[in-house]
């Protein structure tokens, strides 16, 4: 019922424009991609939402949901933070239908070690995810970024802030397979208290 009433609300074109960042091929929409903003936002209703959060690939359907959902819920807040790129790297996005483009707020310790072993990471900041992670989880998460190392390959290394970070990496002072076990054992410490709420 509320998706129908959501969609007396507004036109095709506007519906249209909402999907402009999430859809393939506008020139051609389907009628479910039309559908899809009133399910997202009729959902929040369903789900007592008070703040949405998603990518900034949601902007636009957040647009619409704030002129739209006060008709049929109430006013929420809405969260953007940054995409993350597949950990596959460029051409693949990541997906839940496939599990080794992207890390589960709730996976296990020796999963999250085994797809950050295996992520793409050039020597380049540009669609690197073990970068990414870093920038927007582990440095927004903690104050200090531990490398640990032998001391034949350097001793231990620690960053204060992303930048710093970044440099070491770029100027191969840091090597991928150090940033990727640095990288994975912060990001287990900062989801192991969600992971442990999520099994109660």
Do not use: W
Not at 56 to 77: C, D, F, G, S
Not at 79 to 96: D, R, T, W
Not at 156 to 179: S, W
């Amino acid at each position: 019922k509320d998706v129908l009433t959501l969609g007396l609300q507004i036109t095709v074109d506007r519906a249209k424009r909402s999907m402009q960042e999430v859809a393939r091929d506008l020139e051609n929409a389907k009628v479910s991609q039309m559908i899809y903003p009133l399910m997202q936002i009729a959902d929040m209703k369903a789900l007592k939402v008070d703040v949405a959060y998603g990518g900034l690939e949601q902007r636009k359907i957040h647009m619409l949901a704030r002129e739209i959902l006060p008709t049929i819920y109430k006013n929420i807040v809405f969260v953007h933070s940054p995409l993350i790129v597949s950990l596959l790297g460029p051409g693949s996005k990541m997906s839940s239908s496939k599990p080794e483009t992207m890390i589960k707020i709730d996976e296990e310790p020796e999963v999250i070690k085994k797809k950050i072993s295996s992520a793409y990471c050039p020597i380049s900041t540009e669609d690197n995810p073990v970068l990414q992670i870093c920038k927007f989880i582990i440095f927004s998460k903690t104050a200090k970024f531990e490398v640990k190392r032998l001391t034949k390959f350097g001793g231990n290394l620690e960053f204060d802030n992303y930048g710093e970070l970044e440099d070491a990496f770029i100027n191969k002072k840091l090597h991928p397979a150090d940033l990727k076990s640095a990288t994975a054992e912060n990001l287990i410490e900062i989801l192991n208290p969600v992971r442990e709420e999520i099994k109660k």
